[in-house]
């Protein structure tokens, strides 16, 4: 496999929205330190929102703040943390809620299938405990730039992007990081998410799914567990410790 090397770090402070590129990060045993640390939950239902459900979340950010909690800032340059405010934007009661203080059962939302009516059926499922990740085997992701080709990386929001090619072939290895290791467990399936607009010019584009489905039998990315808890910076190679 040829050497694969960290081009880019991000972290998405508030699950759905846009994130935080970084430099250096600190990989904790849930992943990125303030990796979807946060998520916005509808007040009638309990169920947390994603941009599967609720697509303008794409289009507001996250980011951490000073004091340690995280901010959101809104299409129309708002910068908040309010509960009403962010309502009014989503014209929905909401709450914004960090990780620790929903200890029990997150529930999300996954399109089934396509009605009559040319609109979605939703099943909802649990997601992990600890930060907001939608399975609890996947708490650092990464992708190669060769996988990723010309689709823009945040379609897909992994944390780690990867210079060169060949992520997929480490499903089932630990790896070194930097100052931590991963365990890489799964490739990444894909859902109606990768196909969303988002700022900057990402437009609504269904064949992205399609490519992924017809190329790469729904998957894109890999996910891993933390092994051992360190430091990583772009430009740090990634070193594979063979399969367990």
Partial sequence: MAELRVAELWRYPVKSLQGERLEVAEVGTEGLAGDRGWALFDSSTGIGLTARREPDLLFATGRLAPDGGVQVVLPDGTVTSEDAVLSAWLGRAVGLRAAGDVPGRRRYENPKDVRDDGEYAWDSFDGARGAFHDSSRTRVSLVSAATLGDWDRRRF???????????????????????????????VSRCVMVTRPQPGGIGRDTGVLKTVHRERGGNLAVAALVARPGPVAVGDALIDLGGG
Avoid at 166 to 174: I, M, P, Q, T
Wanted: aromatic fraction near 0%.
């Fill in 157 to 187: 929001r992994s944390n780690v992007v990867l210079a060169g090619a060949g992520e997929d072939e480490l499903v089932g290895h630990r790896v070194g990081l930097g100052g931590a290791e991963l365990d890489v467990v799964k490739r």
